[in-house]
């Protein structure tokens, strides 16, 4: 609807709609919840601008999921580049699903002293400077998510 200024104004079906209660807001306290899972989510990083060599570039940013479904991000996030080089013509980056994330966990997981397995001590120091109680231990019998975007989909041609 119009008012006679030409400006649209919105005017609710049901005027009691209309009617609005502030939200109630809880305090968001980290001690009541606990950590249920790990979860990486990879996404196209951006390309760089001086490189012409075909470059395909992968952000993995690791989070913790809290038992109310809410993530932490851990700040401990990856990243892989991949060229192309002497390949004339358009580049295919398919891969399988399988691959890609047998890739995400070998980047994320650490080097040492166990290699191949998830740095859970780094994890929980992490999680503690965020205020989120959880220790190494708790955090190795955890499940883990790796979440992979529309675009990367797209382009591994799943």
């Known amino acids: 609807m119009s008012d006679p200024n ?29 950590v249920t899972g790990l979860v990486i989510v990879c ?3 951006d390309q760089p601008h001086v490189n012409s060599v075909p470059t ?5 940013t690791q ?24 390949r004339p013509g358009p580049v295919s980056w398919k891969r399988t699903s399988a ?4 890739e995400v966990l070998t980047l994320v997981q650490g080097d040492e002293p166990d290699p191949g397995t998830f740095p859970c001590e780094e ?27 529309d675009q990367l989909a797209t382009i591994f041609e799943f």
């Open 6 to 34: 030409g400006e649209i104004r919105y005017i609710p079906l049901d005027p009691e709609a209309a009617r609005t209660t502030p939200a109630k807001r809880l305090p968001f306290d980290l001690a009541n919840l606990s």
């Open 63 to 86: 989070y913790l999921r809290l038992s109310d479904e809410s993530m932490i991000r851990l700040d401990m996030d990856r990243g892989v580049s991949t060229f192309r080089h002497g």
């Open 123 to 149: 994890y929980a120091q992490a999680a503690q400077l965020r205020g989120i109680s959880v220790d190494a231990e708790t955090l190795r019998g955890l499940p883990y998510t790796i979440l992979l975007s």
């Open 99 to 102: 691959d890609v994330i047998a």
């Open 43 to 45: 996404e196209l990083d």
């Open 56 to 60: 395909l570039n992968m952000s993995m």
